[in-house]
């Protein structure tokens, strides 16, 4: 399962195989990218006006209308083995996905990406230890990391967040690290400093600009990860921990019900899939929106 | 791309799908129907699709439903039990109840284990003297710790003398922990892979399955007709069922509630199910609300059995309103209904007891089952109706066991099977050492007299009266809220004859049964 | 050369002793006690006595200083002793013995698979313009997100229990049956490979693309080859480099988290060890699984590094 990057970058070519153009390139959205951002504003709009917008309780049992059908009267999405309303869960289950995946993202954000601009700019020993702690990270296949924090910390979301920022870190510090390194050898960086800029001002002036977009496009791209590792997770029954709903264990528990009300596996089975594409379809048009000159690579 | 990068590439490709192709129709079809004619087949080989790794055994101890099974094929002890849930001679040729407290058990002749060594009254003697010792830590030791001594007057004959009558003696020796093994197992680090089954080890998998071959030395061989059962570790219950349903295996445990209709409408498969272990409610009785006996009794009247029977078990379960007493002998309304499903007078009593607004606590029940997380959730539910608002923590099982044994917790939802199908399993569920299975903190010397005065009575009255009163305490203090007892079942082939799903707390050992089962064509 | 793998492999020992303390380190910090873990065993309603305790507790080695405890555990893994498990008192490395070659099977045989066939489809897609194009990026966008634990369930709806054309799940070894031993990967293998599949068909175009442009490149077309031979020369084999390391990234991860697919198809390997030990809190368990997996992280990325070394001389500089 590819659970952390669903596409990896690259690790840092030799400069030499940039190509140069010559005409100026306009940016432009893709229609797949405006579709997948408008389904994460969706996504975002349920996660936070849950308590409003769920017809019901999403703990509230109702052993009489245990597995309603979708469609039914009042029960859009249907009910499943406990008769609990299973859009209210969705609703509510979104939230729970959003906010741990983005509180994890967030926060290997922030700390990975400071890392790497201080690895990169500085030529110290700060350099070699930093990128080596994150090699260290990275020798963690991530599920495994996350077991581990379950193991030793309990279930529940703080853990998660923990552990999930934890695995993400080394891939913001790896963007940032690599943008740093091209940029600031570049000339007119080198410019500034003779005229006697100092190091802030460079990084803030020259560098962060171009670290922001990889790092966006990473921060998407990571949050699409995290949602995939989470209900993983939920799945075996290590992550979120119930009757607090989460997409991952609707899906273990709706496969026990596979044969005879498959709905109850395949709802929340698509709300995952349906996620996670979205916003690996959005950090892939940013890409593209970013650099045009990666035209038809989409990666 | 050009023509010829294209011939090559689906050229690639055509080959793995054609293998594929050529492997899923290599696939035996599915079982061909036979029309009711019992010929034994050929080929009396068992696959056996376990819910579970077979633990390596440890001489004595309980290591739960697969230890039990896997103690069922290849262990027998002096006594086991039929297929009624009666207790039979075994290795012992035949026993004899002199006293209650004096057993005398004739071996049969020429008895001998998997390699072969012999079996003599010195070999029983020795088992049953660790088993009674501390250190074995053995799943019979409230009984056999009672064991003054075990006399071998000759090669053949056994008698055990205890310091005080129990009648359901026989029973602990009939539990598949109890095998009779060999001196080299007796200890807790020799695994305990040679005994003296019907079955016996010949190759085991790590992650796989055991196989199994019939053991010719067994005293009882000419009666075993399966040649080999191949056990299979299936883990994930959907994935067990769905072995069974594709032919793969042709027995399996631990069968799935939500998959007792489809096998049920499988004309070629046999369902068989028994309301065996329990579901229930322990409370930590040394501080707050719940040392409180009507508070406890409330929960009792709160919880809605019905509602878990539907939503946990899929209608599979066998709702408790006392303590469920399988084995039917001691099955009266004294026992079993005590409670009655009624929020309001919950209410009340909770009001009567100084907490006319409920009260907050915190539930524990473990994420790692999920028909206890389950009850757990629905408990919560339903104690939330009379006011009592818990939170729930579900912690991982060994963390859950643990809890519960240093008393870490104020209420909690767990479930387990009694060691015998008598009311001589309450004893270590209502009191004495600190374990995960009963309420900590809970010790009323009225009700243990009264418990151990049935163990001990002479006849049939006197054990009456005595469990009598002792079900009059239990409804009186609540130490524990019995909710209900789960169906357990097994589901196999319709080509299998002669298994039984053991009565009540044995179900877990209905194992012994492929002892007398075959494979019909 | 061979200063360059020496260096990079004993980077890489560093790197897994970092990882053992860290992991040692990590189970100290567990609140709870282990000797009452391995007594409590799996439903032992005994008494637990303090001389039962005392005594596991010796038996474990926990009575002595943790320095102690740490270099044992050290020497012990320099000759291959991973500690006993709490569970079953089975050496771990016989444990994870039993299982490795179970999960180095599938992921050996779906790296195959999906290798060829992602590198297969990015090529192809490469050369491909509009629609087409367009198409492949959802269709492997689809195929990254789609969880393989969903893939795997429907796949075993559809073609075991519905359609019965194939086993439910399950192991058999290639001595024991082989037929049924590749019956029973196929599944495992389509469920798994789909992902991995996407992703090096996503990178190979990418790369592709990249190379198709360079100077060079269209230094040999001008010389008049034929386009399908400067593909095959020139673009191809030049834009595998970064194919491979995402590759081996990827399969790399796909060592710890097979266990969403192991659980499935009852497939016995590591990932399901590791699950079990951590339900179990069997710590040395968790511990030797983290340890190998790591262990074995290192030496695919340090393979890589060296391959990459081979294909790319450029790379051998850092």
Redesign the interface.
Known sequence: MTATTPATEQPTKPATTQTIRTRPVRRRLSVMTIIAGAVVVILALMAIFAPLISPFDPIAQDPAIRFTPPGSDGHILGTDQYGRDILSRLIYGARVELLTALSATLIAAIIGTTIGLIAGYFDTAVRSISMRAMDVLLTFPPLILALFAVTLYGQGMVTLIAALALLFTPAFARVAFAQVLSVRSLEYVEAAKLYGAKSPTILAKVILPNVAGPTVVRFTLTIAAAILLESGLSYLGLGIVPPEPSWGSMVAEGQRYMSTDPFVLLIPAAAVVISVLAFAVLGDGIRQWLDPRSGRNAR | MSRRNRTRILKAAAFPALLALALTSCSSAGSSSSSGATQPADDQNLTFGVSGEFPVLKTGTNQGNLGWTQAALIHRGLLSYDETGEVVPALAKSFDIVDLATYSFTLHEGLTFHDGSPITSTTVADTLNYLASAESGSSGYAAFQHITSVDTPDELTVVVHLDANNSSFPQYLADPTAAIVPESSLNAETPNTIGAGPFQIVDQQEGVGTTLERFDGYYDADNVQLDSIDVRYYADGTARTNALLSGDVDLIDYVPWEQFSTIEGDSNLVLTSQPGPLIYVQFNTTEGPFADPQVREAVAMAVNRDNINTTVLEGNGTPVYGVAIPGGEFDTPAATEMYEYDPEAAKELLADAGYPDGFAAELSATSQYAFLQDAGISVQADLAEIGIDVTLNTPDWPTYTQNAAAGNYEIGVVGGGGTLNDPAYLVPWLGGAASYVNSFGFDDPALNEALQAGISAADTTAREDAYNTAFGIIKEQTPIVQLIQRAQGFAHTAKLEGFTNLPGFLTFYSALSLADASLSE | MFLFILKRLSVGVG??F??VT??FI??Q??P?DPA??V???????????P??LQ?TREQLGLDQPILVQYVTYLGGLLTGNLGMSF????PVT??IA??LP?TLELIAIVAV?SI??GI?LG??A??R?GAV??GV??LT??G???????LG?VL??VF??TL??????????WADDP?RH??LL?LPVIA?SV??T??IA??T???V??TS???WVRTARSWGLQ??VV?RTAVLRNSLT?VA??AA??I??????????E????W??L??????G????DYPV?QG??IV??AL??VI?ILVDVLYGVLDP??RQS
């Open positions: 790197l897994l970092i990882v860290l992991v990590a189970v910090t567990v709870g009452m873990i007594l409590i065993g799996s439903g032992n309603t005994s008494e637990i006595t001389e039962a005594a569970e079953n008192r089975q016989d444990l039993a299982r179970n698979v060829a066939a297969a090529a192809w490469a050369q313009r194009n367009s990026t959802f966008s689809l990254i997100s789609a969880p393989v634990y969903v369930t075993v709806f075991a229990v019965r054309v194939l086993p439910a799940g399950g192991f058999t070894s037929v590749l019956q196929i798994v992902g991995l996407a992703v996503r990178v175009r990418a790369s693309n990249e442009q360079q100077d386009e399908p593909f970064p390391t995402v990234l990827e790399g991860i796909l060592l710890g988290s097979t266990v969403l697919v659980r499935v198809f009852s016995p390997g990932s399901t060890l590791l699950v079990d951590v339900a179990a809190r968790i699984v983290i997996t790591a992280f290192i990325n450029r790379a």
